[in-house]
């Protein structure tokens, strides 16, 4: 044993415990990303692969192969992606030399998804007889509308690229968001998937579940004994789940126009993050403990009849007002938004779960575009204490306990408790008590796809959305949408952009004298 300094710092270090100190290593594998020409690749993927291998993340051997329409070389390929990660790089600039070491590994197979001779074109490129890993472990990013996820999984299916239930080695299949737009079409693309792979072999991503604070949730909940027993009906009044943003709709408007803020944000982020804050204790940290208890939540959440719709859930849309100090048109005027649209840019619900834990207390959700601050936080609002002793000095101005979440940006997680102001009257007010992750662990911060893509290589399921999630998930989504039907947007469901959503929202929190508390800018 070496004897070192015990400086406070490497004292935490010591005191840190690895969970997943029985990680899997990743071993060679190849990465073939489907709609190779999209904004996700050149965005998000590019970025995130070439940040684990920077970090020594990425396996010893692998290779990544873009696979579209659009002609292009690989090294025209890469140059286009050198372009985008210089622009979307989380750490500037670029590193040349890793860039290059990088690079030689990504090649460009053009082809159409639904050409049958394409995928034996892109077997061709797979075989390597010098490390026959690259061929035999396969992780299929499908970057495409999920219309093509059926067509692209079959024609795998049929090269003898993608086997069910893995054969020597392992296949897998990534699939990003919208998972189908309701729990009809939502079972049908599970059912095309798992034609051809085993559910085990079907990665969806939520990639809110790849941001260290959302993966926090569980560490902090169930590693805390002070927090977790006061987590139930007994000591919290009430939660509330703010993913709030500052931007429009910008130029998704004909994605908009078909998903709208409940499809888009409610179905799976905002349920996922309730999911998390309100779970059972898992038996184990396994993919399927964890996944199980996820269910079981939103199994437990309280079915909305259509008339408890008009109620517990207020939606609005933003029209022309200013953001950050910018002139921001309306939602109806945005670019390939119909002028008379009724899609909604916000969504708030009141949500109850009925079960033990969680009986009676509310749990609201919110969420919207064009709000004055982009920033996720989940508050959990304890119950208020008899006020008999400071009800002369502070009525009912004194303020419940809360615990927040702040999920992003400025992550971290803050205290507010009342104390005496110093003086010689009393009086008492909120005081607040922050841990900053910045601070404590430095600026850090992976993005959410360098945990996600590790993980689908490495074959941990954790983080990724399992069917009857995502199938319970549109169940919630889908009664609300029922309410709606037939029902144009009110007055009162309009929102200058910059504001916090419509005066509606207000309602649902009033009655039980309750107010939305907006996340604030933390310098
Ligand atoms: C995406 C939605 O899933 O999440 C976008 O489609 C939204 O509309 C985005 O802007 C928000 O993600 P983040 O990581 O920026 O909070």
Known sequence: MVASVNTADSFDDLMACHLDAGRKAVGPCSIVIFGA???????????????????????????????????????????????????????????????????????YCMGDITDAPAYQKLEVMLDSPGNLALRKNMLFYLATPPSQFGEVAGQLHHAGLLRRGNGEGWQRLVVEKPFGHNLASASVLNNELTRFAHEQQVFRIDHYLGKETVQNILMFRFSNSIFERLWNRESVDHVQITVSEKMGVGGRGDYYEEAGALRDMVQNHLLQILALVAMEPPVSLEAESIRDEKVKLLKSIRPLKPDAVATQVVRGQYFAGVVNGLTQPGYRQEPKVQPDSNVETFVAVKLFIDNWRWSGVPFFLRTGKCLPLGASEVRIQFRPTPHVLFAAACGNKLDPNALTLRLQPNEGISMRFNGKVPGTSVAVRPVRMHFSYDSEFGAYTPEAYERLLLEAMSGDATLFIRRDEVENAWQIVDAIRKGWEGKPLTNREFYAAGTWGPVAADDLLAPSGHAWRDPQPIK
């Open 37 to 107: 020409s999209g904004d996700l690749t050149a965005r998000k993927l590019i970025p995130a692969l070439y940040h684990l291998f920077k970090e020594k993340q990425m396996p010893v051997a692998f290779r990544v192969i873009g696979f579209a329409r659009r002609e292009k070389t690989d090294d025209s390929w890469r140059a286009e992606l050198r372009t985008a990660l210089d622009q979307f790089s989380r750490t500037k600039p670029v590193d040349d030399a890793v860039w290059r070491e990088f690079a030689a590994n990504v090649m």
